[in-house]
């Protein structure tokens, strides 16, 4: 078991305003493992940046404790507060990098200078702050720009300066918050690719928010889906792929497989407009150990039921398949009853999307 390397209990954030309050987290709690790269996810305006900046507080929970690699930050209950002094506030938040969508880059300065400024309070001496911000471009392959300057770069080389940046001290925890929003598909891919390195070789815990599950799907173990301030369910990348049980959640996956979409445009066709009577639309979800040629042939061979396969997607995550299904399914009365039993029996999600009278 990993430990545990941030943990947030019960935390509320509440913003008072003149004429109303803004529960921007409502009773937030969130463990995060060493190693982790957890994905965040949730519209505008659900609470996911308000939520991480508590980690290292820059904003401060109404309510909740925050301890981090051991620490207590801080902690507020019923009468008491405790916090942590600022300057082990300051010692302690060298752990955690930050990377944002609009990079905050310095523009007068160049990209070598952006790295170094991270260093300004670090204990290195002159030479081997040098040697750091050499080998933190050499990391994000940057070396052939150090003297230019954010303006000269694209927006991919700029979010690739402000991982070097918040690299520089070396952190256990880096914050992405939308780091990848305002870049094309391609940069897009190319950053989360850097990310998973950072996490792959060295360790580098990871909180991913974002509002695009695609960037989720490739790169994070976990997922936590926020709303109106709060989680609304979290689990493993592949839990959550695989059952996602709040509509949110599954709007959330729609947007990386269009199978609704699909479904619908296949629904129109008229082979499924025209079911004959022993045949059913179906959908079928499965996961892991059964493949879609193995389900197709047992419910044949056992029940003399065929499937015509008019859709087929298969993903890897985490090195587990997901593959959904989309079928016309047909076979000798009460067979497509038993084929369908046998098939949930088999841990196969199924749903009948049109013919159930065939059943
Ligand atoms: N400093 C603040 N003062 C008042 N309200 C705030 C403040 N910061 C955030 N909010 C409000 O808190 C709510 C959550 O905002 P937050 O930025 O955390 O959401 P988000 O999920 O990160 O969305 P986005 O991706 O758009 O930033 C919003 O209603 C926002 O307007």
């Keep these: 078991m990993s430990e545990t390397i941030i943990s947030l209990k019960n935390i509320d954030v509440s913003f008072v305003q003149k004429q109303r309050t803004i529960n921007a987290v409502q009773d937030v709690s969130l463990d995060v493992n060493a190693g982790d790269v957890y994905g965040i996810v949730g519209y ?43 300057g082990q506030l300051r010692q302690e938040r060298r752990k955690i990098g930050m990377i944002f969508q609009h990079f905050n880059l310095l523009n007068e300065r160049t990209v070598a200078e952006n790295v170094a400024f991270a260093l300004e309070h670090s204990p290195l001496k002159e030479k081997e702050r040098d040697a750091k911000v050499k080998e933190l471009l050499a990391l994000v392959e940057l070396s052939d720009r150090a003297e230019q300057y954010p303006s000269q770069l694209s927006g991919g080389q700029k979010q690739r300066v402000a ?26 891919n190319q950053i989360l690719e850097l990310l998973k390195k950072l996490n792959q070789e060295y360790g580098l815990t990871i909180l991913l928010i974002t509002h695009e599950m695609e960037a989720v799907k490739a790169i994070a173990n976990k997922v936590a889906v926020m709303q109106d301030g709060q989680i609304i369910e979290r689990g493993s990348l592949l839990d959550i792929f695989a059952n996602p049980k709040e509509t949110l959640t ?40 059964s493949t879609n040629k193995a389900l197709i042939a047992s419910i044949y061979r056992e029940y003399q039921v065929q499937a015509n396969i008019l859709y087929g997607n298969i993903e890897v995550l985490q090195g587990n398949e997901v593959g959904s299904l989309l079928v ?32």
């Design 250 to 289: 599954q709007e959330f996956i729609e947007t990386t497989t269009n199978l609704n979409q699909t479904i619908k445009v296949i629904s129109e066709q008229p082979f499924v407009q025209q079911l004959l009577p022993n045949e059913i639309f179906a959908r079928l979800d499965y996961t892991g150990k």
């Design 44 to 86: 505008s305006g659900a609470g996911k940046s308000t939520l991480v900046r508590t980690i290292n507080l820059l904003q401060e929970p109404t309510k909740g404790s925050v301890v981090v690699d051991g620490k207590t930050f801080f902690n507020k209950g019923e009468g008491s507060t405790k916090r942590i002094g600022k």
């Design 163 to 188: 991982i070097a940046r918040a690299l520089a001290n070396d952190p256990k925890i880096l914050i992405s918050d939308e780091a990848t929003s305002a870049l094309d598909p391609k940069t897009t």
């Design 328 to 359: 016309v399914l047909s076979g000798p009365a009460g067979n497509l009853q038993d084929a369908i039993a046998d098939l949930v029996q088999q841990g196969v999600g199924v749903e009948i999307l049109k013919g159930a009278k065939a059943l």
